[in-house]
């Protein structure tokens, strides 16, 4: 039952993606929050039918937290999940991702249309630089940035050295930093095709100050409450 619960959930969110891409590509020339808020319906859709086919729902803490200014999320990733309700739960926002990503029929395209920080893994320096430079001005037209300090998807439980681009950008634009742990792998694993029912548990911490902090001080806090808070989950 699982396994047919999974192929219906997978063929939905085929089917939505057949629908949303040709759609972000014809709304290229409208303002890029406008394009956001239609293509973000994708999101809304594939968390709701995970709900509906696979029995996944979610609970979050730390609402309260958010910041009414534009901020930089830095957050476990164990899943695609993760990336779908960032976008029902804070505001306009744009992602750093890896390039061969762009390249998936389809998604990648959608993706490519809503002005990514897309950097080649193999080189850091012109990373981080591109980081920095694009970071700097998403955040100043007002966009949130998610960025994923371990820099893929790990299982529930794993762990992986933090990454300095986020903290980087927070010490040199001087913007918030907000910290994010859930535990999206228990039910969704980048591994696995089977979908686990179940709730996921998101918890946002305390924004942090980034501000006469060095990246990292800004990366040691942020580090030590996202892994703190995944004890508890």
Known sequence: MLFLRSVLFYIGL???LFVFTPLALLMLPLPFRQRYLIMTGWARFVIWWLEKTCQVTYQVQGLENIPSQAAIVLSKHQSTWETLLFQKIFPPQIWLLKRELLWLPLFGWAL???????ID?????????????????????????????????LAYGDKKRYGIGGARLAEQSGYPVVPVAHNSGKFWSSKRFIKKPGTIQV??????DSQGKTYQEI????EN????????L
């Open 225 to 232: 409450w996202i892994e703190e808070t995944m004890l508890k």
């Open 121 to 153: 893994r193999k080189n850091l320096r012109e990373s981080l630089k591109q980081i920095l430079e694009q970071g700097k001005q998403r955040l100043a037209q007002g966009l949130w940035i998610i960025i994923f300090p371990e820099g893929t998807r």
């Open 203 to 208: 918890i946002i911490g305390p924004v942090i």
């Open 112 to 118: 490519a249309t809503l002005q990514p920080i897309v």
């Open 14 to 16: 085929i089917l939505a």
């Open 219 to 222: 990366n040691t806090l942020v």
